[in-house]
């Protein structure tokens, strides 16, 4: 659901990472950008001086594919793959919201899930809905922090992996459910919160 904290459990796992370079997509009106306080790349010669820094290497592509970030994510995740294969040590491949940006299996992403670990390359995703993400690309997900769900639906693919529905639909605003795929841990955690909208004035209406 939106507003639970996906977006800032995000944010702190990208900033613990240890990774030389962070190749983040930002397709949200620069909203990466902004809670990283990065200036964004635009154009290829953007992504070719921010590579050459190193750090974060945030991606916005607004200009070069408007209106089309599924387009645009497709022409990310190519243009990381062979600098990722290039560059030594660790690399971060990192976006938000990838169950829209995802209309198949997307060969680009799965060859990256499929063989990244080679060239040490992490992936850290936000997801709204697991079960309208495709199966090849699920498949590769080794660690997950559930958040709470907005119906039953959204589920039973975490119910597949260990996790609890009744916990899943209870869990509060900040609160999230860890399990890890590879090891079996499983985790409990987050910081509750109440939404700014929460307890809305009724009266009179």
């Given amino acids: 659901m939106s507003g639970v904290g996906k977006s800032t459990l995000f944010e702190k796992l990208i900033r613990r990472e240890s990774a030389r370079w962070i190749f983040i997509y930002d397709h949200k009106d620069g909203d990466m950008a902004r809670r990283f306080k990065i200036r964004p790349c635009y154009s290829l010669d953007d992504l070719e001086v921010a590579t050459e820094r190193g750090g974060f290497v945030i991606f916005n592509p607004g200009r070069m594919f408007p209106g089309e970030p599924e387009r645009g994510f497709d022409f990310f995740v190519q243009w990381v793959w062979p600098i990722c294969k290039l560059l030594p040590g660790k690399k971060i491949l990192a976006s938000d919201e990838l169950d ?4 198949d299996a997307r060969k680009p992403l799965c060859v990256i899930l499929d063989q990244g670990r080679t060239f040490q390359i992490d992936c850290v995703f936000i997801c709204q809905s697991m079960n309208a993400v495709h199966n090849q690309v699920r498949k590769q997900f080794t660690e997950i922090f559930a958040f709470r769900q907005g119906d039953k639906n959204g589920t039973l693919w975490l119910q597949d992996k260990g996790f609890s529905e009744s916990e899943l639909l209870t869990l509060k605003n900040g609160e999230w459910l860890y399990r890890n795929l ?14 700014k909208n929460a307890g809305r004035n009724l009266k009179g209406l």
């Fill in 100 to 103: 829209d940006l995802l209309e």
């Fill in 182 to 195: 590879n090891t079996g841990h499983f985790e409990k955690g987050g910081s509750p919160f109440t939404p």
